[in-house]
């Protein structure tokens, strides 16, 4: 007999994901949870999710152990915004970096970020941003900020000076765009028709919002604590959510990087390629 159960979507709380799952909740086969970056790719592991929206570096981190499923993406081709390096040092001073717990792959970018940039290789602490005091005296030299609290709740420019965009400064390194997160499936369901449907769906999600952009934006900014122009130029203009052919080549070159810095296991990511499906 077809499996006819919910198909449980992991994916992240910031303001970057909704154009991916704004009123995938309008598919009634679907059921919707959010968690941090760095705790989705468990979850698909452990079949708490059937797919989830997970951090690229996890695809060498659970290697032969996870299948990308090419639907749409949180990347960027240049300035990121929200994923930053605040420092009271110039870059090539950094040594100790308090990096937040909720991403892996942009720990492993910053890293390569000072190596490549920087000559300066540091070591990286876990650290939780949100309840850091970053406007004492005794805060942390260097901080590491991913997400919607980078708008909220950033550190001062008095405070840190020195600021990376980590997106623009990969993009200084490559002249690629860079993929943060992609959704993924167990390897083992790389066939599964219920990951295929699921794959089509998300797509067709996130296409129709697409077109919605703006309402979209403005509807969430204000609740998130964002500039509601701010917002828009961020989804409209400085984010990617295709996963194009660009996008396929700074993936795998980020991860061969990392692999070469002896941050992961060497992998080449594993791409699903499904054929179209129906979602009426």
Not at 49 to 56: E, F, Q
Not at 216 to 235: F, N, Q
Not at 244 to 263: H, I, N, T, V, Y
């Amino acid at each position: 007999m077809p499996d006819t159960s919910p198909t449980t979507i992991a994916a992240v709380r910031y303001l970057n994901a909704v154009p991916l799952i704004q009123s995938i909740d309008k598919w009634s086969g679907c059921r919707l949870t959010t968690a941090a970056p760095a705790q989705i790719a468990e979850m698909v592991l452990d079949s708490t999710a059937d797919l989830g929206l997970i951090s690229l570096i996890d695809a060498a981190r659970y290697k032969d152990q996870l299948a990308i499923v090419p639907c749409s993406m949180i990347g960027c081709d240049g300035p990121t915004l929200t994923v930053r390096v605040f420092s009271k040092v110039e870059p090539s001073s950094i040594t100790k970096v308090h990096a937040d717990t909720e991403s892996h792959t942009s720990v492993v970018l910053a890293d390569l970020v000072l190596r490549e940039l920087h000559n300066t290789t540091a070591e990286f602490v876990d650290c939780d941003i949100r309840s850091s005091q970053l406007n004492t005296p005794d805060s942390p030299e260097t901080v590491l900020m991913i997400g919607d609290k980078v708008i909220t709740n950033s550190p001062t420019q008095t405070d840190y000076p020195y600021q990376i965009d980590l997106g623009e400064a990969w993009k200084t390194m490559t002249g690629l765009p860079f993929v943060y997160a992609v959704w993924m499936c167990k390897a083992d369901r790389a066939q599964d028709p219920q990951i295929h449907l699921a794959g089509a769906m998300l797509e067709r999600v996130y296409r129709r919002n697409r077109l919605r952009l703006d309402h979209l934006v403005a509807a969430e900014a204000s609740h998130r604590g964002w500039p509601t122009d701010l917002a828009k130029e961020y989804i409209g203009q400085l984010l990617r959510f295709d996963v194009d052919d660009r996008a396929r080549q700074a993936a795998e070159l980020f991860l061969a990087k990392a692999a070469a810095a002896g941050l992961v296991e060497p992998a080449n990511p594993a791409w699903i390629e499904y054929a179209p499906v129906s979602v009426n």
